[in-house]
């Protein structure tokens, strides 16, 4: 199996998402409504509508990562990207049949879609390693593999590392014979001390959710909704890694049966789940909202298609010499399907209006505010045809992840009828568990936004930005073998988003 427990946090967003105006709160409204967005945090904000509406966003990204591995902090470390999106379409569908304090005034539905994660993002990290290769974890694998296992079972990294002579077999005095790596600084027959690595992680995609909403409103104070939620999973990686000798530091390179290696590995995954969420709103005084919402768990059915190849110069040994995974497979990409849970969450938020509230055209605002709880630690694999894999998997998120407490808060100022400023604030809690296998990384994220609004006789505009900034941990590879593994890259993240919100009131 390819599939790793970092792919836990793939299905459990750590960013505000939505309209350009829940974006610009910080993505905080469990206890607010009347925005399209409730219906995938809280159902209940639905109920919130007596007229119909329709909208559409769209936006664009740009993420940076910084990354210190090894020591280096300074040379081959950059990775950005930058892309185009359309975060949120949707309408809403409302009907206001009364006004009366003991019955149930009008009940609203909602349909569309809204990108809670956005895959698109690049980490490059280099270091000089005297202890390792990447190519050690297919020794690793193939330890107990006979000839024809290594020649065939091991398709996206062994098989083609043997068959393009990085991969070796090296007989021992007493006549015993193991998998080596020739571009490994520890491998038996000695001559290599050291390699120059290059990772580069490119991904693209996202998390998109279609949800089908219904809330009623009752008496004008308590609204009541649930929604059906299809997240759609549109996920594509390519993940590189480049070794150079680095013997005497690169100077005067011995002819020691390695020079390089360039190794590539393509996955595309797409799946789609199914959830629910329920959620109520209360309007304990005109001022004065709160808002509770809970959220299933999730369930992912996915399916992940590979490729991979690789070039290797080996010098005197076998010299250039190239091999793709279809030379192993007979031309077909290494393809699983498997599930996926990801974690229920829970939340709960308040809102407070301040300003002259007796009607619309007044200045007035309001303050908002979210704690969210998810236990990241919970996710869950199924493999039903790897048990094994599935065991040792569930047991590393559980080692690797933790539960998490998330913050978000916005204010909104409304002026002269048709105008609307915003800003807001969320902190995401750091999902790692604090070890050395997560160098001790603090991966909380703070989001800072603002925003603009404009509204005039059923049409309306919202624009907001918003800056993602934090820490992060990347582990380029794991050996079973004690003392290959080298530490984990920290990464200095950050992301910068703008969104453009246009809707019409029917």
Do not use: C
């Not at 015993?176 to 491998?187: C, G, K, Y």
């Not at 050291?194 to 089908?212: D, M, P, S, V, Y």
């Amino acid at each position: 199996m390819a599939q790793s427990s970092n792919d836990a946090l793939l299905y459990s967003p750590n960013q505000p998402f939505g309209t350009a105006r829940a974006q610009s709160l910080g993505g905080a409204g469990i206890g607010l409504g009347g925005d399209y967005s409730s219906a995938h945090t809280n159902p209940a904000g639905i109920g919130m509508f007596k007229t119909g509406e329709v909208f559409i966003s769209a936006g664009l990204g740009l993420t940076n990562n910084n990354s210190t591995y090894l020591g280096n902090g300074q040379l081959d470390n950059k990775g950005n990207k930058t892309n185009f999106q359309i975060p949120s379409i949707g309408v809403i569908f409302a009907s206001n049949k009364g006004t009366g304090d003991k019955a149930w005034n009008n009940v609203s539905f909602s349909l569309g879609y809204t990108r809670l994660a956005n895959y698109n993002n690049k980490i490059v990290v280099a270091g000089y390693n005297d202890k390792s290769s990447f190519s050690d974890t297919w020794v690793d694998q193939m330890w107990y593999a006979d000839s024809a296992g290594i020649v065939n079972d091991y398709p996206l990294g062994g098989s083609i590392g043997y068959r393009a002579g990085l991969i070796d077999r090296f007989r021992h005095p007493d006549g015993v014979v193991d998998p080596m790596s020739n571009a490994s600084p520890t491998r038996p027959t000695g001559g290599l001390t050291a390699i120059q690595q290059r990772g580069i992680l490119e991904t693209r995609g996202g998390l998109n959710e279609f949800a089908f909403a219904v809330a009623g409103n009752y008496g004008n104070r308590l609204y009541i909704g649930g929604s059906i939620n299809v997240p759609n999973v549109n996920y594509r990686e390519d993940f590189t890694v480049m070794e150079d000798d680095a013997t005497n530091n690169g100077a005067n390179q011995p002819n020691n049966d390695f020079g390089y290696f360039d190794y590539r590995q393509y996955l595309r995954r797409t799946g789609i789940g199914i959830g629910a969420k329920i959620g109520v709103l209360y309007k304990a005084t005109p001022r004065f909202r709160l808002g509770g919402a809970f959220h299933t768990p999730t369930y992912y059915s996915l399916h992940d298609s590979y490729t991979a190849d690789i070039d290797v110069n080996t010098e005197n040994y076998l010299g250039k010499q190239y091999a793709h995974s279809d030379n192993v497979t007979g031309g077909y990409p290494v393809e699983f399907d498997y599930n996926y849970v990801a974690p229920l969450r829970a939340m709960a938020g308040a809102t407070y209006f301040f300003g002259d509230i007796t009607h619309v055209s007044n200045t007035q605002g309001f303050i908002t505010a979210d704690y969210e709880y998810v236990n990241q630690s919970s996710g869950k694999f199924k493999m039903s045809d790897y048990r094994d894999d599935e065991k040792a998997l569930n047991q590393n998120i559980g080692a690797i992840y933790k539960a998490v407490s998330n913050v978000r808060v916005g204010a909104e100022l409304k002026f002269a009828t048709l105008y609307a400023v915003r800003a807001g604030f969320a902190w995401y809690g750091n999902p790692y568990s604090n070890d050395e296998y997560n160098a001790n990384t603090d991966a909380s994220r703070k989001v800072y936004s603002a925003g603009f609004g404009y509204r005039n006789k059923g049409l309306y505009a919202d624009l907001a930005y918003s800056y993602t900034q934090g820490n992060d941990r990347y582990r380029l590879y794991t050996s079973t073998t004690q003392g290959l593994t080298p530490a984990a890259a920290t990464l200095d993240y950050n992301r910068s988003n703008v969104v453009l919100t246009l809707g019409l009131k029917f």
